[in-house]
Every structure is written in structure tokens, then in C-alpha cells.
């Protein structure tokens, strides 16, 4: 495998937060505007608001034991 260079490059503990958390944050601007729509203002935030809340917590239970064990 060849060897990438260390400037710019994230770990492997890093990339895999990223990805649980993005795995677990699914709204993207069309889906918050049709949320917005069909929902009304205050259960749209509160649904994002939700979601980010549990993509942090997943990223956070990801993260931490990658950390101890690499």
C-alpha cells in the first residue's frame, strides 16, 4: 500500500467519527425546508435539533474508544 503523506490527512479515528456521524445527521437543506413546510418552524428545529443531538452522541461513542485503543 502506499504511503500518504502526513500533512492534510486524517487518522483513522477521525475519519470513522466523521462517518457515524454522518450517518446519523440525515437532513440536508431540502429535507429541512420540506420540514419546514409540512411540520412548521418549531418541530423542524426541534427535529434537527434531535438529530444532530444523537449524531454527536454516536460520533462521541464512536470516537472515544478508538481513542484509548489506537
Known amino acids: ?5 502526513q500533512q492534510g490527512v486524517l487518522d483513522v479515528t477521525q475519519i470513522a467519527t466523521f462517518l457515524a456521524f454522518l450517518t446519523f445527521y440525515v437532513p440536508c437543506v431540502s429535507t429541512f425546508a420540506m420540514m ?10 426541534f427535529s434537527v435539533a434531535l ?4 449524531a454527536l452522541v454516536v460520533a462521541l ?7 484509548l485503543l489506537l
Open 61 to 67: 461513542a464512536v470516537r472515544l474508544p478508538l481513542e
Open 1 to 5: 500500500m502506499a504511503k500518504l503523506p
Open 36 to 45: 419546514l413546510k409540512l411540520l412548521g418552524r418549531r418541530e423542524a428545529y
Open 51 to 54: 438529530s444532530m443531538g444523537a
